[in-house]
């Protein structure tokens, strides 16, 4: 168990819909990213909070979007749902900076149908 | 062309055999390299982490990163049924403030008993 949790597990829903994923990060990690997996592209990052701010971002689409709030938890927001959204996204803790180890929830499996 | 190159595989092994992963890379800011490891449906975890260029051994496993080719390996001996999983290269750029990790492709491992 890496300390990291995600809900909800799997979501199923259709095209043009808007869902919103949790992450709840390790206890005393300030940092939270998130990443989208899927088959053809592998793990790509798509944005980094630090201490409720944005830190960095990466390939994230203008339909999604996410924040960090003052208990340090996450929510990745995901609108105007297409077909291609379909994919594994996973939450990511750690310390920040450069040294430091991400540690990766179990993921939530999106289907967009 | 990607910034991180991996090789999806899969790759099966017997077990006992000595397996090597490889990944090469375009950027020459990356300093923190790290290995992954992920099992079916759940999130990466990490496995070994190295700075600059080098070996570090950890157990079965062997970490090489070689800066001036931009080429990392890991090596695994004595493979075993449990190391079967998909192994995911990462790296990070010292003054990347954001501490966002690039992930390669990913490798699918099996080790037939």
């Known amino acids: 168990d890496s300390g990291v949790t995600q809900t909800p597990k799997h979501l199923i829903t259709a095209t043009g819909q808007r869902v919103t994923l949790r992450c709840s990060p390790r206890s005393g990690d300030l940092s939270v990213y998130w990443y989208q997996q899927s088959l053809d592209q592998g793990l790509q990052f798509l944005i980094q909070y630090y201490n409720g701010e944005e830190r960095a971002k990466g390939n994230i689409l203008e339909r999604f979007s996410a924040q960090q709030f003052p208990d340090l938890h996450s929510e990745l927001n995901l609108s105007s749902l297409e077909l291609g959204d379909s994919a594994l996204y996973f939450c990511a803790s750690g310390q920040g900076g450069n040294t430091g180890e991400l540690f990766f929830g179990e993921g939530s499996r999106l289907t967009v149908l | ?113």
């Open chain 2, 1 to 113: 062309q990607k910034e991180v190159e991996q090789d999806p595989g899969p790759l099966s092994v017997p077990e006992g055999a000595i397996v090597s992963l490889n990944c090469t890379y375009s950027n020459s800011a990356f300093q923190y390299f790290m290995w992954y490891r992920q099992y079916s449906r759940k999130g990466p975890e990490l496995l070994m982490y190295t700075y600059s260029s080098g070996n570090k051994e950890d157990g079965r496993f062997t970490a090489q990163v070689d800066k001036s080719s931009k080429y990392i390996s890991l090596f695994i001996r004595d493979s075993q049924p449990s190391d079967s999983a998909t192994y995911l290269c990462a790296m990070r750029e010292v003054y990347n403030q954001g501490g966002k990790l690039i992930f390669g492709q990913g490798t699918e491992l099996s080790v037939k008993p």
